[in-house]
């Protein structure tokens, strides 16, 4: 990178950018790695630092003003219309070199940097400004995308102009009740309505609310209509409210210096650079832009658009400590550096991005895999271990997707373990369900309980390092040993049930304070706490277990298709009686899938293929809302893509693609201990789903 004051002298500045060539732009290179996943060693990790060296914010060291608003109007006018001009120069041919002597020689420049195809520059007394005339930010295409939306994009044309607004975002979602385990996660995807930027965020989100606790408490916000953003730096001010962030956009790094000896996952990138990442477009003037208060945010020149990015210091500013036991996950180019990570991940939380480029496919099948073994309960570090070596048709998407290691040590869960089930009367336990005695209460005698452990989250490796310790009344009952007595359920997933003894005769109606606890082998605690009453069960009239039957027919003039499913469903391990609302995940089942067709050389095909779903399966579910008069059920079930071979009837043995819904339901009415229902597409010819639900517990 070349860095000028004037054609003459070489400087270095603050300053970010995003340097992405098909992200953005050509100024940081990406490693040849084709590995898509890695943990950050020396390069990507955050360095140790006091708490002022971490938090202190860039523009406060360089002397400039932190924030838009700080910014004379004079300033900002000059800045847009420098931006302006030398975006002009450059569409004209001009040699980016010659761009910046000619920014150097302005009497009133405070830093030019030249980063490949990108120049930053920023005026005495005025905020970082950023010129990226190759690019707007896209993601990779895959080479046939690419080479579609190269013929098109000479037609397009920027937004109609509107005023920029610093809008507060609502962040709202449906809470089913005040349930401590209960946990959030927002997904944001501030580009959504662009034709090539996929539907990431949409999926995450869905599969980020089926992992225990978090039904119902996923906040997707997704920009649609970029003169109506959803997504805004507003809403970047309020994440100390979840426990899982995703944000999927676009980014990358300005390059002050190069490391002239690469190593580890920052190889032949930056040995000092400056990160951000894109939140909306600008279609504002400098009074809107000298409107936002928002230290750290940054103003972005593409080809076609204006933008607004935020560094490094934003972060610095709302989270002085980082994301305190949070894992924030950023899909984007060129964005796992130094600076972003520290500031977001702080001392306990986690952050991951890409320390290259990337694509939306990569984007997706990375940011779905890490959810999938989350949900399981599995640590940061585990899920990133059981990623798949996910990879690209696009050769420039050698990017690798990193994290940082928890600086205070251990990793993170996003959610609780352990479950506790009475297996007197077969409930969950929780504060509203009671709880049965072995014996009899008030008779004189010590009483038991029969108590079922569940744990999840467990590898093989670490499952003699797993102790449930039993306190009741404050009184330490002992400890179970998963190594020693634990079966396996489940992926990752031990049961143990056993009585457990009190010590003491227990009153009826006595609340039973419970803490069961297990010392976790990555640092912390997975508690359950709960006060059952003794012989005080309360009766939930959604039950706690359902039976789905249904029935999927489809034809066309050279195929049928016949799906049946018969699956059950159990009630939520968290469920809170008092609840309006109630969640239902898979607990057994199977899909069986017969169709029949013909292929364009009139060759017959044959499938019976059945699938068997696991227990929590993602994308399956049952909700029951009893708010109303009468009780209502909505539903979904959905199996996994599977690969199988057929032999079609001209003996050829090809690999086809079976699985997809077998199951929907909308507001239905629920009568008795069963319900039914039928959905239809419309079509001409159309797919039809007929189902039945029966309650079984």
């Not at 100390?240 to 390059?255: A, F, Q, R, S």
Request: glycine share 10%; proline share 4%.
């Amino acid at each position: 990178m070349d860095t000028l004051r004037s054609p003459q002298r070489l400087i270095a500045i603050g300053l970010m950018s995003l340097t992405i060539a098909a992200c953005g732009g050509g100024g940081t290179d990406s490693d040849s790695s084709t590995s898509s996943t890695g943990e950050g060693p020396s390069g990507g990790s955050p360095p140790n630092g006091s708490p002022s060296e971490q938090t202190a914010l860039d523009c406060v060291q360089d002397s400039y003003p932190c924030s838009f608003n700080e910014v004379s109007l004079a300033t900002i006018e000059r800045s847009l219309a420098l931006s302006d001009e030398v975006a002009q120069q450059l569409e004209n041919g001009v040699a980016i070199d010659q761009a910046a002597a000619f920014l150097s020689s302005q009497s009133d420049i405070a830093d030019v940097t030249v980063d490949g195809p990108v120049l930053g520059f920023r005026l005495a007394g005025g905020r970082p400004m950023i010129v990226d005339v190759t690019g707007d930010q896209e993601f990779l295409a895959s080479p046939a995308a690419a080479a579609g939306a190269a013929s098109s994009k000479s037609a397009m044309s920027p937004a109609t102009a509107q005023k920029l607004r610093t809008v507060r975002t609502a962040l709202s979602s449906k809470i089913t009740s005040d349930n401590a385990t209960q946990r959030r996660a927002l997904v944001l995807s501030p580009f959504r309505y662009e034709e090539n930027f996929g539907n990431a965020g949409e999926l995450i989100a869905a599969e980020l609310n089926t992992v225990r606790g978090y039904a119902g408490n996923v906040t997707y916000l997704a920009t649609t209509i970029e003169s109506a953003p959803q997504v805004t730096v507003d809403t970047l001010t309020q994440l100390e409210n979840y426990d899982v962030i995703h944000i999927d956009t676009h980014g990358g790094t300005l390059c002050k210096k190069k490391d002239s000896n690469p190593v580890g996952s920052d190889k032949k990138k930056c040995a000092d650079g400056l990160t951000d990442l894109l939140v909306q477009r600008f279609h504002g003037t400098a009074q809107d832009l000298q409107s936002l208060q928002h230290p750290g945010v940054i103003h972005y020149r593409g080809r076609l658009h204006q933008s607004i990015a935020v560094t490094a210091d934003f972060f610095r500013h709302y989270y002085p400590q980082g994301l305190n036991d949070q894992l924030f996950i950023l899909g984007a180019c060129n964005t796992f550096r130094t600076d972003m990570a520290d500031a977001i991940a702080g001392d306990s939380g986690v952050y991951v991005s890409w320390d290259g480029y990337t694509d939306l496919s990569l984007v997706r099948n990375t940011g779905l895999s890490l959810v999938d073994s989350l949900r399981l309960g599995l640590t940061v570090g585990e899920a990133f271990a059981r990623l798949p070596d996910f990879s690209s048709d696009n050769p420039e998407a050698t990017g690798v997707l990193q994290r940082t290691p928890r600086q205070a040590g251990g990793d993170l869960r996003i959610r609780d373990l352990l479950t506790v089930r009475d297996n007197i009367t077969g409930e969950l336990v929780n504060d509203a369900s009671g709880i049965e005695v072995m014996e009899t209460p008030e008779d004189g005698n010590n009483d038991n309980l029969n108590l079922e452990f569940t744990v999840d989250g467990v590898t093989p490796e670490q499952l003699g390092n797993f102790n449930i310790n039993l306190v009741i009344e404050n009184q330490v009952i002992g400890h179970i040993n998963l190594g020693q007595h634990g079966v396996p359920v489940g992926d990752f997933s031990y049961r143990v049930a056993t009585p457990i003894p009190l010590g003491f005769d227990v009153e009826e109606l006595q609340a039973l304070h419970m803490d069961f606890w297990i010392p976790l082998p990555d640092q912390g605690e997975d508690h359950f706490i709960a006060a059952p009453r003794v012989n005080d069960r309360e009766q939930s009239e959604v039950g706690r277990a359902w039976v789905l039957g249904s029935r999927l027919t489809e034809s066309h003039h050279d195929s049928s298709t016949l799906i049946t499913a018969d699956v059950e469903f159990e009630i939520d391990p968290q469920d809170d009686p008092a609840s309006s609302y109630h969640y239902f995940y898979v607990s057994s089942g199977g899909v069986r899938v017969q169709r029949d067709y013909e292929d364009a050389q009139n060759c017959a095909y044959h499938i019976d293929h059945t699938t068997n779903l696991a227990a929590n399966a993602s994308n399956n579910y049952l909700t029951f809302d009893t708010s109303g008069t009468n009780m209502r059920v909505d539903g979904f079930g959905r199996t996994p893509n599977e690969y199988i071979q057929v032999t079609n009837s001209c003996g050829a043995t090809v690999t086809v693609n079976v699985g997809g819904v077998y199951f929907l339901a909308e507001d239905t009415i629920v009568t008795g201990d069963s319900a039914q229902g039928a959905y239809n597409d419309g079509a001409n010819n159309p797919t039809i789903i007929e189902w039945t639900l029966d309650k079984t517990l």
